[in-house]
């Protein structure tokens, strides 16, 4: 298609690192992630070019050096398809791709007038700014990721946004190697927990309610905003940070954690024993509070399903084993 025939021009801001870990965890041997990665980007240019848009820029971030398949052969896939790779080291902060990433699209929104269209392949809710900063300077946004990968406040919280499920980028082979989640989880695990014991402290009690009260709905919990949770609820009390709490429950058979896969990071859930009598006890109560009104969780709900399992939960989790 020549230059002629293109009504409007994009930039293209890959979240590779994400992309890449997704397909590898999805994709059978021996199907290789930046293989398919690189079809999925083809795609997506003729996608563009069958509605009249011209990929003009192109980004692609991640710390190319951690990825399994040789670097250079992954980077020069993504430049013959119009992509720059841009290396974001994996020792930095876990947020550094999403930071780049955003200052590239501000930098475009600011200085390229030409560029019409942004398409942000990533469904992290990090980008609703982003994506409502460029909609607000009058920018066509295309939001392209996995649909169960996609965090819904990216859609929620955008007023024009285009979204296009990425699997529709697949190629027929890679469809054939693909797993859904059920077909990738492995058996059903039953967690055993600790033999059932009293509590010790009262300030363990005051952690199980503040875990029923404002996690009670979830059948797991993610550990890092419930390690913040308590800091903020409880306060600081000598000899009994979050941590220590957390590693008393558990002791006492009241709560277990439990690692679970992730992409790219694996992270940690606890969950509640039932079946503990302070468990029992303590939700009786808060079912019985539960009309004072004293908790309106839903702000806290929107920011908690949402919670990215970051790299810090797995330095918190290694000082709790």
């Known amino acids: 298609m020549s230059d ?3 009504s409007r021009s994009a930039a293209v801001l890959i979240d590779y690192q994400n992309l890449y870990y997704y397909l590898k965890n999805h994709l059978r041997h021996p199907v290789q992630p930046g293989d398919t990665a690189a079809e ?3 795609a997506l240019r003729d996608y563009l070019e069958g509605e009249g848009v011209r990929l003009a820029r192109g980004f692609a971030y991640a710390d190319f050096g951690g990825l399994d398949e040789h670097i250079r052969h992954v980077q020069r896939a993504l430049y013959l398809h119009g992509i720059q790779p841009f290396y974001v080291p994996s020792t930095m902060h876990r947020n ?13 929104r600011d200085t390229q007038p030409e560029m019409d269209t942004v398409v942000l392949f990533s469904g992290d809710r990090d980008y609703v700014p982003v994506v409502q900063a460029l909609q607000a300077a009058g920018r066509r946004v295309l939001m392209v990721a996995f649909r169960d990968h996609l965090s819904a406040h990216l859609l929620d919280n955008t007023s024009s946004g285009v979204f296009l499920d990425a699997i529709e980028l697949l190629s027929d082979d890679a469809r054939d190697a693909f797993s859904d989640e059920d077909e990738t989880t ?7 927990f600790n033999e059932a014991k009293e509590l010790p402290y009262d300030i363990d009690i005051e952690a199980l309610e503040v875990i029923e009260r404002f996690f009670g709905q979830y059948d797991e919990v993610y550990l890092t905003p419930l390690l913040r949770k308590l800091s903020e609820e409880l306060g600081e009390i000598e000899g009994h940070d979050p941590k220590s709490l957390i590693g008393d429950l558990e002791e006492c058979g009241a709560v277990r954690l439990e690692r679970r896969r992730g992409m790219p990071y694996d992270y940690t ?8 009598p302070s468990v029992q006890e303590v939700k009786e109560e808060v079912a019985n509070a539960g009309g004072d009104g004293a908790f309106d969780g839903a702000a806290f709900e929107s920011e908690y399903e949402d919670e990215p399992e970051a790299a810090l939960e797995d330095a918190e989790t290694d000082d709790l084993a």
Do not use: G, R, W
Not at 96 to 108: F, H, V
Not at 186 to 192: D, K
Not at 269 to 276: F, G, S
């Open 40 to 42: 999925m980007i083809e």
């Open 269 to 276: 859930v606890l969950i509640v024993n039932a079946t503990h």
């Open 4 to 6: 002629s025939s293109f």
């Open 186 to 192: 492995t058996p059903e695990m039953t967690t055993t």
């Open 96 to 108: 550094t791709t999403d930071l780049q990433l955003a200052i590239d699209a501000m930098t475009i």
